[in-house]
């Protein structure tokens, strides 16, 4: 199965694992699964860095390469199609990143791996956790 991880969770693999519900963390493993981690993830906490709201992220952006590579995760490129549908959703959530998490894993057919139930308010959208 294809997973896409969100931003909170790919931080909490490498810092804080068991902030990660028992279920999701038995899916987050690359001998089963291949994990995707969108473009959008480091854009993001580099914004909170920036913002200070996020000043643990600083490591995660100055390792990130050998980090995904060490979870054997796969960067998903942010693509047009991507942007236009998380334009597109019918959703009332107005956080640009997780609506572009959704886009993504609705035109790749992955699952997102999420600790956010705000997701659960998306029709037919199934994540993981």
Request: hydrophobic letters at 50%; aromatic letters at 8%.
């Amino acid at each position: 199965m294809r997973l896409l991880i969100d931003t909170h969770v790919f931080f909490w693999l490498i810092a804080a694992p068991e902030k990660i519900s028992s279920t999701a963390l038995s899916a987050l493993t690359p001998e089963t699964n291949q994990l995707l981690v969108s473009a959008a993830t480091p854009w993001e906490m580099s914004i909170k860095r920036q913002a200070g709201k996020w000043p643990e992220a600083e490591p995660i952006l100055t390792g990130y390469a050998a980090l995904l590579n060490r979870l054997t995760a796969v960067e998903l490129p942010i693509r047009a199609a991507h942007g236009i549908a998380a334009g597109q959703l019918t959703w009332d959530h107005k956080d640009p990143f997780d609506r572009l998490l959704a886009a993504q894993a609705m035109i790749e057919s992955v699952r997102l791996v999420s600790a956010d139930s705000v997701f659960d308010t998306l029709p037919e959208f199934r994540r993981l956790w």
